[in-house]
């Protein structure tokens, strides 16, 4: 609320202020005075000698409309730093020594003799006889005669009506009314009158003798004789040859290899892959003093190829034809013609003619002469006239019409009609064929082969033997030892935080016033009945925004923080409305 009073107060005192400004001490003293009075109303107040706005030294006092110094007090708020020491309260861990009894366990080692079977190999060699079947191919030439059939084709012409429908536009007149407003203006005529101003001239004849200089026109009549060019149209008929192309069709035939072919059901017997396996040959025990036992050494690994057992598998086999035939082929070959075309060129053909021209050559000759100028000079006069002016208002009235609008629309009607097309069709005619083919068959024959084999066998023969172990047994044992336990205590510790205080100063401050007029009254002394500080020298307004900005400090109460007694002899402060 405060926000709007204040703007609005302020914006009033400066429309509505009818009284005279008050700018010293609140209003204290007045700007306005008596003719009559010499003296100031702010006389007796300044120190004498005290330099007046305009530069004059005022003896005894300040002279009306200069300016004169006062003392103000001014409050001013002061921070000082103050140093203050505080306690806070904290966390501080320690470490106390605490004994521990644990245990551990503690091996011991015990020796004892252990009897024990061991299998030694022994390796004896045999031999044995092997039958085994391998498989040769043997390879036999075979001829056989093919039956195959080929498509071949045959364009045939032919030619059928077609029937179609066409949609034919069938355009049709119609009519229809629209209604409509229109807004029609109607017009009123009326009078008033009206003041004008006119200006009537006054006007006043003047002459003067003026001597001036004029350009006479001689003329002299020339002639020349002019060469000039006309163009005739002349129209000539030409021929030129143009060449265009036109497309022929043009028959011719072609060879064509057809590739065909058919499935044959082929029996093969495939020999088994040749596998490649690792044997190893029997090892050997051999005894190890480090260790105090026999240890095994396997035999050497060897690699040996074995043939695997044939498969005979059943595949069909494309076997291709090729095949030459002559087909009919149509090709559209570009042809280029000439024709001859008649034309009209229009020639401009020159002709040179010759005419006589006859013209006028004009000097200027000056010539000096005087007239007398007469002017008048006209000032306009304003007078006031009044007079009827008619003038016509107009208003809008709706009215309702109407129209009648032809507009055509289009209907597509079907329309049905024939054309005869050519085409061409082509049948596909089977025809038998023979021919010959050799091909190879592959027969795989077994054999029996025999081969002998020496293959090793090893036998396990138990014999029985002493060794010491070693054994290794755990034993209990109880121990003492220190550790460190963490234990938390509260500390209290001073620091020290510095603030702010403010504290209020008060000072004095020069400021320059103006030294107002003599107060209202018919002779000097009637300031004394009547200060200047009372309220009748201020507007209502003017007090009401005094009380809300001076805050109680006026130029007429001691309480309000004034060092000097005004200008104008107050000593009582209710005269200022403080």
Not at 171 to 179: L, R, S
Not at 241 to 256: A, F, H, L
Not at 284 to 312: F, N, S
């Amino acid at each position: 609320m405060k926000r709007l009073l204040l703007p609005t107060l302020t914006i009033l005192s400066i429309v509505f202020g009818v009284n005279s400004a008050s700018a010293a001490y609140c209003g204290a003293v007045s700007y306005e005075g008596c003719s009559s009075c010499g003296s100031t109303v702010a006389e007796g107040s300044v120190a004498e000698g005290a330099v007046a706005g305009d530069g004059a030294i005022v003896d005894g006092g300040a002279v009306a409309g200069g300016s004169y110094t006062v003392m103000r007090n001014v409050s001013e708020t002061v921070y000082e730093q103050v140093e203050e020491t505080r306690y806070r309260t904290r966390n501080e861990t320690y470490y106390e020594d605490q004994e521990v009894t644990g245990s551990r366990m503690v091996p011991v080692t015990t020796t004892r003799e252990v009897q024990y079977t061991v299998n030694v190999p022994h390796v004896e060699n045999r031999t044995k006889t092997i039958n085994y079947t391998v498989m040769k191919p043997v390879q036999e030439t075979r001829t056989r005669v093919i039956n195959y059939t080929v498509r071949k084709p045959v364009y045939e012409k032919h030619t059928k009506t077609v029937n179609y429908t066409v949609m034919k536009p069938v355009y049709e007149t119609h009519q229809k009314v629209i209604n409509y407003t229109v807004r029609k203006p109607v017009w009123e005529t009326r009078t008033k009158t009206v003041n004008y101003t006119v200006m009537n001239p006054v006007r006043e004849n003047h002459s003067k003798t003026i001597n001036y200089t004029v350009m006479v026109p001689v003329r002299e009549q020339k002639s020349r004789t002019i060469n000039y060019t006309v163009y005739n149209t002349v129209q000539e008929q030409r021929v030129r040859t143009e060449n265009y192309s036109v497309v022929v069709p043009q028959q011719y035939t072609k060879t064509v290899q057809v590739k065909g072919g058919h499935w044959d059901t082929v029996t093969e017997t495939i020999p088994g892959k040749m596998m490649r396996r690792t044997v190893r040959e029997p090892g050997t025990w051999t005894y190890d003093p480090a260790t105090c036992r026999c240890v095994y050494c396997p035999g050497k690994c060897r690699v040996e190829c074995v043939q695997g057992c044939p498969t005979t598998c059943t595949k069909k086999v494309w076997v291709p034809t090729c095949e030459t035939k002559e087909i009919c082929c149509t090709k559209y070959v570009r042809e280029c013609r000439t024709r001859e075309v008649p034309y009209t060129v229009c020639k401009r053909v020159p002709e040179c003619r010759t005419k006589v021209c006859n013209y006028t050559v004009c000097k200027m000759v000056p010539e000096c002469r005087s007239k007398v100028v007469n002017w008048t000079t006209c000032k306009m006069v304003p007078e006031c006239r009044s007079k009827e002016v008619c003038y016509k208002v107009c208003t809008m009235v709706c009215e309702n019409r109407q129209k009648t609008c032809n507009y055509t629309t289009c209907k597509m009607v079907p329309e049905c009609r024939t054309k005869e097309v050519c085409y061409t069709t082509c049948n596909i005619v089977c025809e038998n064929r023979q021919k010959t083919c050799n091909y190879t068959v592959c027969k795989m024959v077994p054999e029996c082969r025999t081969k002998e084999v020496c293959y090793k066998v090893c036998t396990m023969v138990p014999e029985c033997r002493t060794k010491t172990v070693c054994c290794t047994t755990y034993k209990k044992e109880c121990f003492t030892k220190t550790i460190k336990v963490a234990k938390c205590r509260k500390v209290c510790e001073p620091y020290t935080v510095t603030r702010c205080v403010p504290r209020v100063v008060c000072k004095q401050v020069p400021v320059q016033v103006c030294a107002p007029a003599s107060c209202c009254g018919d002779a000097c002394g009637a300031c004394e009945a009547a200060p200047v500080c009372c309220p009748a020298t201020e507007g209502p307004v003017r007090g009401l925004l005094r009380r809300l900005f001076s805050h109680g400090k006026c130029g007429c109460d001691a309480a309000c923080g004034c060092d000097e007694a005004p200008s104008c002899g107050c000593e009582a402060a209710p005269a200022c409305g403080c």
